[in-house]
């Protein structure tokens, strides 16, 4: 285990053209010759993944999902033998690795699968060579020797993996932005880069609606305590470190703030109020494999019925109408009302812990904006808050604003 | 070993198009309800291989061999997922297997890599439980696991040794073309379908620049006894037998014309005219891996110096000049020349062997027209001449009708 390596994720942006690969070839070469073992994780080209699914799509209404992951595996493959092939070119000496050879072994869940162990014994040969590794991100092999994939963004996870299973100093993601934000800075100006944050908030971030890292691979790094950094592809500036809550000096109340558009609320009208109704609601989107978020069921008003309201993603919205209009009659509810047009707000911070009010002040700069709020959910670091979706910046801005996140 | 077993290859301009690629899984799905095993062997989508390596090409000077195979290969892997995925849409089901995966082993010469093994037992399985096997043509693993090509048209021998290997019926290459023709049919508007050709003859054929099959998997068919089929992947009409000389009854003298404008010609004036200075100028050539073809020695005619001419493709007309004109003083002629602008015309057919006057007849059938031959080599099958490329045409034509082939 080599204490001196380095593990370089590179995002599909960052490698979106022959231009931008020549870049980041550089940007590797350039800690190679600062004395670094630096083993690179890709993405595939940008759009390169959407286009090889959009194919699928038109070719299957459900491509067999053991084949999907033959076919997506490719960009990644392109992309670390181009990067490599550049390296190469450069005089650097590199050797490409796909998802096998960096003996990344998962379960046998297609196009969502899970590690179940890494070996990289290969990897670990060839940076003893003083060969740079550039490995496939988002793909291992399941028992059969067959591709699986990690799902969106799972490069980040393969990284923190491989991180992880060689002991990395460091794993460095590199993105299109230079780091994490006290929010997102398209919306909120005033949003600052954060020098550091911890994995529970990154953890909270990502969940959350923020796309800077996938969030198994925080998780991950979170579990097996590897030093995570969000940086920029292009640019020579430090970005955000994910550390443990120790080595944070100074904490703030609230870090950061998330949003997330890929919400839908669900709304069911008279329910009866009486035990095993909530099983008989949340059974049929378990078994569609639909994953519920925030819940709250209302005070029963009369005669034993109430309302129950719940958010999944967008993607799953039509498929759980259509289970629970299927089972009307076991659940037994009066009317089934649906909105897509709704946005999750988040703040996030682990000083809530040892801060009272956090929620009480959200609410309350809401509200003197005229900002309904139309469901609740929280956790020990966090507070979420379903909006009408065109309130979205301005529900970002008063909240940036109120917790002093604004930079100066 | 199924005798029920048909192997079909499908090449790149067979899968052009999502479009194109649903006609193949129909043309497959055909079959398989007409009660075949069906193992499919696919190139990669028209015009893909170009693109990567054009890529690869942009990135360096000369792309590293191992990594250009792992990039090249993903074009296979994508069109054997997506035949699969169309497969499983029209309710045929389909496995794609990559190179590893259907067990075809080569030796570590990447990019041009020979098969040293097939373990088929993987698509032997799949085969068994009634569904497709989709192969990622063109690609194998070396000892090591890293992933090898075969070279152009690798396809084609992939298609033929695993049909070899798993001791199918036939092996059925459906192409853009629907079978073997006398000549050129784009050249000689009477050119004919053959019915039968004898491997022997159509291995001349592919060397001499007929690309209808790679000139590998010819040999390997004759040498295996794989009864081939050429035939095409768009109409449903009967293409062209490969078999055995026996198998055909009534044997042509002439079965086809060939031609190739990938020569270039060589001549070396003024060399001494001594035992062991063509070892002097032909291995220099050997060491550059530059293969030479046709080669003519004049008469000596002055004080013992004589003139040497030889041909090499087109591509290898530089490195070969410069590694003569390197060379000068060791091997000691007075004059390189170079002509870019030859063709190679042959004649060939195993009715040869028993038949005197072949090449007479060639020759007085050009010199009618006018036609000045500047080169000739023969083999038992097999005459050969080089003429000007200006004459291309001219000279298939002239010998197509002079060998009696024009269709009636």
Chains 1, 2 share one sequence.
């Not at 600062?34 to 080209?45: C, E, T």
């Not at 038109?58 to 092939?85: F, K, M, Q, V």
């Not at 870090?255 to 839908?264: F, L, M, N, P, W």
């Not at 009369?302 to 919205?317: A, E, I, K, P, W």
């Amino acid at each position: 285990m080599s204490s001196n390596l380095i593990v370089q994720k590179y995002g599909g942006t960052s490698l979106g053209s022959l231009e931008k690969i020549k870049g980041v070839a550089k940007r590797v070469k350039k800690s190679r010759d600062a004395g670094k073992d630096v083993l690179v994780v890709v993405s595939a080209m940008a759009g390169e993944t959407d286009k090889l699914l959009a194919m699928a799509h038109e070719l299957s209404d459900l491509p067999e999902r053991r084949e999907t992951d033959l076919l997506l595996s490719s960009g990644e493959r392109i992309s670390s033998a181009l990067l490599s092939i550049a390296l190469h070119g450069m005089g650097c000496p590199a050797v490409a690795l796909t998802g096998r050879q960096m003996g990344l072994v998962t379960d046998n869940t297609h196009t969502r699968a899970r590690i179940k162990e890494i070996n990289a014994s290969r990897a670990i040969e060839i940076l003893k060579t003083n060969h740079v590794v550039v490995c496939a991100g988002f793909q291992g092999v399941n028992d059969m020797g067959d591709v699986t994939t990690l799902g969106r963004g799972g490069s980040d996870t393969s990284a923190v993996a491989l991180a992880a299973a060689l002991g990395a100093d460091r794993c460095d993601i590199h993105t299109d932005v230079d780091g994490v934000y006290t929010c997102d800075p398209r919306i909120v100006a005033k949003a600052c880069k954060l020098e550091r944050i911890t994995y529970e908030e990154m953890l909270e971030m990502a969940s959350q609606g923020a796309r800077v890292l996938q969030t198994r691979s925080v998780e991950m790094a979170m579990k097996k305590g590897v030093r995570l950094q969000v940086l920029s592809s292009f640019e020579d500036v430090s970005g955000t470190l994910v550390v443990d809550e120790d080595e944070i000096v100074e904490e703030a109340v609230v870090s950061g703030i998330a949003y997330s558009r890929d919400e839908a609320k669900i709304t069911l009208q008279g329910v009866l109020d009486q035990p095993g109704v909530a099983a008989k609601i949340f059974g049929p989107l378990a078994d569609g494999a639909i994953n519920v978020d925030m819940i709250v069921q209302n005070v029963s008003v009369d005669s034993g019925r109430t309302d129950l309201t719940f958010t999944v993603t967008m993607d799953d919205l039509q498929r759980a109408v259509a289970a629970l209009e299927s089972k009307r009659e076991d659940i037994g509810y009066r009317q089934l009302l649906s909105d897509a047009n709704v946005a999750k707000v988040s703040v996030i911070g682990v000083g809530m812990r040892s801060h009272a009010g956090i929620a009480q002040s959200m609410f309350k700069a809401l509200a003197e904006k005229g900002i309904n709020i139309q469901v609740i959910s929280t956790s020990e670091i966090k507070v979420s808050v379903l909006v009408a979706e065109e309130y979205t910046e301005l529900a970002l801005r008063t909240l940036h604003t109120a917790y002093g996140l604004d930079a100066v």
